[in-house]
């Protein structure tokens, strides 16, 4: 299985970024798939996923700002980030589930810096 993230990188405060994570190896259209980072020094944290029929969830903090979709014909899941802010710089990784299994996967990560 590979999680492929992409799309990261430097961006000034106010900008726009999009993450896309390309996955292989699993029935991608069965699969709940989701967004989390890690800033320096602290734990990961979910920032939204999307479960395999289409309904949304956000962390607060980024609610109205990032949008995550996905398309299953391509095997990929999306994050659109908008109106970025200095405190959204970290390490965001891709993570799929499966609905009944305890066994998910991750992606490698991609950085993602906003300036102020």
């Known amino acids: 299985v590979q999680l492929q993230a992409s799309g990261g990188g430097l961006v000034q405060a106010g900008g726009s970024l999009r993450l896309s994570c390309a996955a292989s190896?699993?029935?991608?259209?069965?699969?709940?798939m989701g967004w989390y980072r890690q800033a320096p020094g602290k734990q990961r944290e979910l920032v939204a996923t999307i479960t395999n029929g289409g309904t949304t969830n956000y962390a607060d903090s980024v609610k109205g700002r990032f949008t995550i979709s996905r398309d299953n014909a391509k095997n990929t899941v999306y994050l659109q980030m908008n109106s970025l802010k200095p405190e959204d710089t970290a390490v965001y990784y891709c993570?799929?589930?499966?609905?009944?299994?305890?066994?998910?996967?991750w992606g490698q990560g991609t950085q993602v810096t906003v300036s102020s």
């Open positions: 993570h799929a589930s499966y609905s009944g299994s305890i066994i998910v996967y």
């Open positions: 190896g699993i029935i991608f259209r069965l699969y709940k």
